[in-house]
């Protein structure tokens, strides 16, 4: 049964990033996204978590929004992980012709479990991934030509998120090289659903990286994000640069 969960975990990956394929409709988009994912060590039990995000526009026109996430971690078991933390997220709107940025505060919890399994010769690790949050999205209104945040509509919704790292060489312990990465995370309202729905959106990514050292990756990958609107969906097809360091 150990050994069967990661196989069954990957297998729902791919069929996730299947269903969200067929089933894309409406608005398509081209986008790209930047993100770097920083864990630094305190002990042997907490370590501070930082991740910073750029996102454009449709086809690489502008900014459409950016991140910001410190978090505090909480090593619970040695695959075991739980975190508390903050986001900020600068959304770039155009209400009437009239462009500016709208803030999103978040406070969100998240619990981490870790599994390694040996496939074909090679360490493959599997991350699953429960992230609460609670929302706080800005309303803007117009005021003197500009875009003025006057109210915030608060919201809940969950995440879960697997992502599976494969060494594209044979080793006993991946330090260096190339590897595959395959991920998806579904997201659900579960309270003030700002689409009305209880499916948010699905994300399914499948990229190519180099583990430079054990602290540092770097990876290039296509995402196919499905978001489930209120009277229309978007299928936003994504190139994103991601690096990652561990200290």
């Known amino acids: 049964m150990i050994f069967r969960l990661p196989f069954i975990s990957l297998f729902s990956i791919i069929l996730l ?4 394929v067929a089933n894309a ?22 370590s501070i978590h930082f991740d910073g995000q750029a996102r454009s526009t449709d086809e690489l ?27 900020y997220i600068g959304n770039n709107r155009n209400i009437m012709d009239v462009d500016g940025w709208v803030p999103e505060h978040r406070i969100w919890e998240q619990f981490i479990l870790n599994q390694k399994f040996a496939l074909y010769s090679r360490p493959v ?23 003025v945040t006057d109210s915030y509509d608060f919201a809940q919704r969950l995440r879960y998120f697997a992502r599976s790292i ?7 312990n991946f330090t260096k090289g190339a590897f595959v990465a395959l991920q998806n995370e579904v997201f659900v309202n579960i309270e003030n659903a700002p689409n009305d729905r209880f499916f948010d959106q699905n994300r399914a990514y499948l990229a190519l990286g180099w583990r430079v050292s054990p602290k540092f990756d770097i990876e290039a990958g296509y995402m ?21 360091v561990r200290l």
């Open 224 to 244: 196919n994000q499905f978001i489930l609107g209120k009277n229309n969906n978007t299928v936003n097809n994504i190139v994103q640069l991601a690096a990652y």
């Open 125 to 147: 690790t599997l991350q699953h991934r429960f992230r609460l949050e609670q929302r706080y999205m800005g309303q803007a209104t117009i005021e003197q030509n500009e875009l």
């Open 17 to 20: 990033l299947i269903s969200t």
């Open 25 to 46: 409709q409406t608005q398509n988009t081209f986008s790209g996204w930047s993100a770097a994912f920083f864990t630094y060590k305190l002990n042997d039990k907490f």
């Open 166 to 172: 494969f060494p594209l060489s044979p080793t006993d």
């Open 61 to 87: 026109k502008d900014i459409q929004s950016y991140i910001i996430r410190p978090g505090l971690n909480y090593q619970i078991k040695d695959n075991m992980i739980a975190t508390v933390g903050y986001a």
